[in-house]
Protein backbone atom coordinates (compact mmCIF):
# COMPACT_ATOMS: atom_id res chain seq x y z
CA UNK A 1 0.00 0.00 0.00
CA UNK A 2 1.09 3.17 -0.66
CA UNK A 3 0.18 6.93 0.57
CA UNK A 4 -2.27 7.69 -1.84
CA UNK A 5 -4.08 4.10 -1.91
CA UNK A 6 -4.32 4.29 2.16
CA UNK A 7 -5.87 8.20 1.74
CA UNK A 8 -8.19 6.84 -0.64
CA UNK A 9 -9.26 4.11 2.05
CA UNK A 10 -9.86 6.44 4.49
CA UNK A 11 -11.31 10.06 5.15
CA UNK A 12 -8.73 10.27 7.90
CA UNK A 13 -5.39 8.90 8.23
CA UNK A 14 -4.59 8.66 11.55
CA UNK A 15 -0.71 9.20 12.82
CA UNK A 16 1.65 8.61 15.17
CA UNK A 17 2.23 10.78 18.12
CA UNK A 18 5.10 12.32 20.51
CA UNK A 19 8.41 10.37 20.47
CA UNK A 20 10.72 12.71 22.68
CA UNK A 21 8.42 13.72 25.19
CA UNK A 22 7.15 10.32 25.83
CA UNK A 23 10.35 8.61 26.11
CA UNK A 24 11.20 11.39 28.62
CA UNK A 25 7.95 10.34 30.42
CA UNK A 26 8.68 6.56 30.12
CA UNK A 27 12.11 7.48 31.61
CA UNK A 28 13.90 5.92 28.51
CA UNK A 29 15.44 9.77 27.47
CA UNK A 30 17.24 12.17 29.91
CA UNK A 31 17.16 15.76 30.25
CA UNK A 32 18.75 17.18 26.92
CA UNK A 33 19.67 13.98 25.36
CA UNK A 34 18.66 13.72 21.71
CA UNK A 35 16.32 10.83 20.62
CA UNK A 36 17.78 10.03 17.72
CA UNK A 37 20.53 8.31 19.69
CA UNK A 38 18.57 5.80 21.54
CA UNK A 39 18.57 4.05 17.51
CA UNK A 40 22.23 2.82 18.98
CA UNK A 41 21.94 2.81 22.32
CA UNK A 42 18.41 2.14 23.33
CA UNK A 43 16.84 -0.03 20.07
CA UNK A 44 14.40 -1.69 21.95
CA UNK A 45 12.73 1.72 23.33
CA UNK A 46 12.12 3.13 19.94
CA UNK A 47 11.03 -0.77 18.65
CA UNK A 48 8.49 -0.32 21.57
CA UNK A 49 7.11 3.55 21.22
CA UNK A 50 6.85 1.85 17.47
CA UNK A 51 4.58 -0.77 18.77
CA UNK A 52 2.54 1.24 21.20
CA UNK A 53 1.73 3.97 18.56
CA UNK A 54 0.51 1.36 16.40
CA UNK A 55 -1.74 -1.04 18.71
CA UNK A 56 -3.13 2.21 19.34
CA UNK A 57 -4.08 2.49 15.87
CA UNK A 58 -1.33 4.59 13.79
CA UNK A 59 -1.34 4.02 10.09
CA UNK A 60 1.57 5.93 10.01
CA UNK A 61 4.74 6.12 12.06
CA UNK A 62 7.33 8.72 12.08
CA UNK A 63 11.21 7.24 11.83
CA UNK A 64 13.16 8.21 15.17
CA UNK A 65 15.10 10.79 12.83
CA UNK A 66 14.03 14.53 13.34
CA UNK A 67 17.37 15.80 14.68
CA UNK A 68 19.71 12.94 12.60
CA UNK A 69 20.86 15.59 10.13
CA UNK A 70 25.01 16.14 9.80
CA UNK A 71 24.11 19.73 11.08
CA UNK A 72 22.69 18.73 14.05
CA UNK A 73 24.72 15.68 15.08
CA UNK A 74 28.04 18.20 14.53
CA UNK A 75 27.45 20.11 17.88
CA UNK A 76 27.42 16.48 19.39
CA UNK A 77 30.83 15.31 17.46
CA UNK A 78 28.43 13.02 15.42
CA UNK A 79 28.48 13.40 12.18
CA UNK A 80 30.07 10.43 11.42
CA UNK A 81 26.70 8.49 12.59
CA UNK A 82 24.44 10.37 10.45
CA UNK A 83 24.30 7.28 7.91
CA UNK A 84 24.06 4.63 11.01
CA UNK A 85 21.66 6.80 13.14
CA UNK A 86 19.09 6.90 9.82
CA UNK A 87 19.55 3.47 8.77
CA UNK A 88 18.73 1.89 12.38
CA UNK A 89 15.76 4.03 12.23
CA UNK A 90 14.01 2.96 9.67
CA UNK A 91 15.01 -1.02 10.57
CA UNK A 92 13.49 -0.45 13.87
CA UNK A 93 10.15 0.97 12.37
CA UNK A 94 9.85 -1.65 9.86
CA UNK A 95 10.39 -4.29 12.51
CA UNK A 96 7.84 -2.82 14.97
CA UNK A 97 5.08 -2.62 11.52
CA UNK A 98 5.77 -6.09 10.73
CA UNK A 99 2.48 -7.74 10.11
CA UNK A 100 0.47 -4.61 9.86
CA UNK A 101 -0.29 -2.31 6.86
CA UNK A 102 1.05 1.11 8.60
CA UNK A 103 3.26 3.21 6.35
CA UNK A 104 6.79 4.64 7.25
CA UNK A 105 7.41 8.28 6.69
CA UNK A 106 11.42 9.27 7.01
CA UNK A 107 10.84 12.28 9.67
CA UNK A 108 13.42 15.36 8.56
CA UNK A 109 13.38 18.31 10.79
CA UNK A 110 15.44 21.36 10.44
CA UNK A 111 19.06 21.79 10.73
CA UNK A 112 18.53 24.75 13.39
CA UNK A 113 20.83 26.84 11.16
CA UNK A 114 20.21 30.33 10.00
CA UNK A 115 20.20 30.67 5.84
CA UNK A 116 22.28 33.12 4.36
CA UNK A 117 22.14 36.10 4.31
CA UNK A 118 20.60 35.87 7.72
CA UNK A 119 23.07 32.65 8.40
CA UNK A 120 26.61 31.12 7.64
CA UNK A 121 25.04 28.52 5.59
CA UNK A 122 24.09 28.78 2.04
CA UNK A 123 21.51 26.97 0.22
CA UNK A 124 24.32 24.83 -1.18
CA UNK A 125 25.65 23.13 1.59
CA UNK A 126 22.04 22.78 3.00
CA UNK A 127 21.32 20.77 0.24
CA UNK A 128 24.64 18.65 0.14
CA UNK A 129 24.24 18.20 4.29
CA UNK A 130 20.75 16.37 3.89
CA UNK A 131 21.46 14.78 0.46
CA UNK A 132 22.70 11.49 2.36
CA UNK A 133 19.88 12.05 5.03
CA UNK A 134 17.47 11.99 2.36
CA UNK A 135 19.14 8.85 0.31
CA UNK A 136 19.80 6.71 3.45
CA UNK A 137 16.45 6.67 4.25
CA UNK A 138 14.83 6.29 0.81
CA UNK A 139 17.21 3.49 0.57
CA UNK A 140 16.47 2.01 3.21
CA UNK A 141 12.54 1.28 3.03
CA UNK A 142 10.37 4.24 3.93
CA UNK A 143 7.21 4.87 2.32
CA UNK A 144 7.01 8.66 2.08
CA UNK A 145 9.44 11.59 3.28
CA UNK A 146 7.86 13.89 5.76
CA UNK A 147 9.71 17.62 6.80
CA UNK A 148 8.37 18.65 9.89
CA UNK A 149 8.68 21.46 12.77
CA UNK A 150 9.66 24.18 9.74
CA UNK A 151 10.10 27.85 10.81
CA UNK A 152 11.42 28.45 7.46
CA UNK A 153 9.52 28.21 3.88
CA UNK A 154 13.20 28.26 2.39
CA UNK A 155 14.80 25.66 4.46
CA UNK A 156 11.55 23.63 3.55
CA UNK A 157 11.48 24.11 0.22
CA UNK A 158 15.27 23.27 -0.49
CA UNK A 159 15.16 20.21 1.41
CA UNK A 160 11.91 19.16 -0.97
CA UNK A 161 13.83 19.68 -3.61
CA UNK A 162 16.75 17.80 -2.98
CA UNK A 163 14.02 15.07 -2.10
CA UNK A 164 12.44 15.14 -5.37
CA UNK A 165 16.15 15.01 -6.64
CA UNK A 166 16.85 11.79 -5.06
CA UNK A 167 13.86 10.05 -4.35
CA UNK A 168 10.28 9.86 -6.09
CA UNK A 169 8.44 9.30 -2.80
CA UNK A 170 5.55 11.39 -1.48
CA UNK A 171 6.68 14.35 0.64
CA UNK A 172 4.17 16.01 3.38
CA UNK A 173 5.53 19.35 4.81
CA UNK A 174 4.59 20.41 8.25
CA UNK A 175 5.45 23.60 9.83
CA UNK A 176 5.30 25.38 13.09
CA UNK A 177 3.37 28.37 13.62
CA UNK A 178 2.77 30.58 16.46
CA UNK A 179 -0.77 32.85 16.22
CA UNK A 180 -0.28 36.50 17.22
CA UNK A 181 -2.31 39.80 16.45
CA UNK A 182 -1.38 39.10 12.77
CA UNK A 183 -2.68 35.36 12.78
CA UNK A 184 -0.48 32.34 12.77
CA UNK A 185 3.03 33.18 11.52
CA UNK A 186 6.29 31.16 11.93
CA UNK A 187 9.25 32.51 13.59
CA UNK A 188 10.01 33.94 10.38
CA UNK A 189 7.25 35.75 10.23
CA UNK A 190 5.61 33.43 6.76
CA UNK A 191 1.72 32.79 6.82
CA UNK A 192 -0.23 29.63 5.82
CA UNK A 193 -0.79 31.80 2.60
CA UNK A 194 2.81 32.30 2.31
CA UNK A 195 3.19 28.66 2.68
CA UNK A 196 0.62 27.52 0.11
CA UNK A 197 2.06 29.69 -2.50
CA UNK A 198 5.52 28.66 -2.01
CA UNK A 199 4.45 25.04 -2.43
CA UNK A 200 1.36 24.66 -4.55
CA UNK A 201 0.60 21.12 -6.01
CA UNK A 202 4.91 20.45 -5.94
CA UNK A 203 4.23 17.91 -2.61
CA UNK A 204 1.41 15.22 -1.68
CA UNK A 205 0.30 17.45 1.64
CA UNK A 206 0.70 19.83 3.44
CA UNK A 207 0.08 21.14 7.11
CA UNK A 208 1.29 21.95 10.79
CA UNK A 209 2.81 20.39 13.68
CA UNK A 210 3.67 21.74 16.93
CA UNK A 211 2.88 25.02 18.49
CA UNK A 212 0.23 25.94 20.97
CA UNK A 213 -2.31 22.78 20.79
CA UNK A 214 -5.48 21.46 18.95
CA UNK A 215 -7.14 25.05 19.07
CA UNK A 216 -4.18 26.41 17.46
CA UNK A 217 -3.76 24.30 14.93
CA UNK A 218 -7.82 24.75 13.95
CA UNK A 219 -7.32 27.74 13.15
CA UNK A 220 -3.91 27.09 11.01
CA UNK A 221 -5.86 24.17 9.06
CA UNK A 222 -8.76 26.21 8.42
CA UNK A 223 -6.58 28.95 6.81
CA UNK A 224 -4.60 26.47 4.62
CA UNK A 225 -8.22 24.83 3.87
CA UNK A 226 -9.08 28.23 1.93
CA UNK A 227 -5.95 28.33 -0.26
CA UNK A 228 -5.26 24.74 -1.43
CA UNK A 229 -6.75 21.39 -2.59
CA UNK A 230 -3.80 19.18 -0.82
CA UNK A 231 -4.91 16.95 1.84
CA UNK A 232 -3.87 18.56 5.16
CA UNK A 233 -1.86 17.41 8.04
CA UNK A 234 -2.16 18.02 11.23
CA UNK A 235 0.25 16.81 14.57
CA UNK A 236 -0.20 19.34 16.97
CA UNK A 237 0.85 19.42 20.62
CA UNK A 238 -1.52 18.30 23.27
CA UNK A 239 -1.43 21.42 24.64
CA UNK A 240 0.23 24.91 25.31
CA UNK A 241 3.27 23.61 27.51
CA UNK A 242 3.69 25.15 30.73
CA UNK A 243 6.18 24.22 33.44
CA UNK A 244 4.92 23.38 37.06
CA UNK A 245 7.68 21.56 39.37
CA UNK A 246 9.98 21.71 37.54
CA UNK A 247 8.23 19.66 35.11
CA UNK A 248 6.85 20.65 31.72
CA UNK A 249 3.01 20.14 31.47
CA UNK A 250 0.68 19.49 28.21
CA UNK A 251 -2.76 20.08 29.70
CA UNK A 252 -4.75 18.58 27.20
CA UNK A 253 -5.94 14.94 28.02
CA UNK A 254 -6.50 11.81 25.07
CA UNK A 255 -10.05 13.21 25.61
CA UNK A 256 -9.37 16.69 24.94
CA UNK A 257 -7.01 15.91 21.92
CA UNK A 258 -10.16 13.48 20.29
CA UNK A 259 -12.76 16.37 21.04
CA UNK A 260 -10.52 18.65 18.70
CA UNK A 261 -9.59 15.88 16.19
CA UNK A 262 -12.86 15.71 14.94
CA UNK A 263 -13.05 19.31 14.89
CA UNK A 264 -9.40 19.20 12.95
CA UNK A 265 -11.34 16.21 10.60
CA UNK A 266 -14.39 18.66 9.99
CA UNK A 267 -12.08 21.48 9.21
CA UNK A 268 -10.14 19.29 6.06
CA UNK A 269 -7.07 17.95 7.86
CA UNK A 270 -6.88 14.02 6.53
CA UNK A 271 -3.82 13.27 8.21
CA UNK A 272 -3.95 13.67 12.15
CA UNK A 273 -1.61 12.42 14.89
CA UNK A 274 0.08 14.38 17.83
CA UNK A 275 3.15 16.11 18.24
CA UNK A 276 5.11 17.29 22.06
CA UNK A 277 2.94 16.02 25.07
CA UNK A 278 0.64 13.31 22.98
CA UNK A 279 0.69 9.88 24.17
CA UNK A 280 -0.78 6.15 22.95
CA UNK A 281 -3.28 7.29 24.68
CA UNK A 282 -4.11 10.17 22.54
CA UNK A 283 -3.59 8.59 19.78
CA UNK A 284 -5.65 5.42 20.69
CA UNK A 285 -8.85 7.92 21.68
CA UNK A 286 -8.25 9.56 18.78
CA UNK A 287 -8.88 6.65 16.79
CA UNK A 288 -11.83 5.68 18.56
CA UNK A 289 -13.49 9.39 17.96
CA UNK A 290 -12.78 9.22 14.46
CA UNK A 291 -13.74 5.76 13.99
CA UNK A 292 -16.96 7.23 12.81
CA UNK A 293 -15.27 8.74 9.72
CA UNK A 294 -13.30 6.03 8.50
CA UNK A 295 -15.30 4.89 4.91
Excluded at 251 to 258: L, R, T
Excluded at 276 to 288: D, E, F, L, M, V
Aim: charged share 25%.
Amino acid sequence: MNLQELLNEKRVVVTDGATGTWLAEKGELQPGQPPDLLNLSNPEAIRKIHREYLEAGSEIILTNTFGANPFKLSRLNLTEKTEEINRQAVLLAREARENTRALIAGDIGPSGELLAPLGNVSAKKLSSGYQKVISVLADSGIDLFLLESFSSIKEAEIIAETVSKKSSLPIVISLTFAIGKRGPRTLMGESPEDTVRAFGNSIFSLGANCGGGGREALVIISALKKETNLPLWAKPNAGKPRVSEGKTIFPESPEDAAILAKELADAGAKFIGGCCGTTPAHIRTIKNHLGVLHS
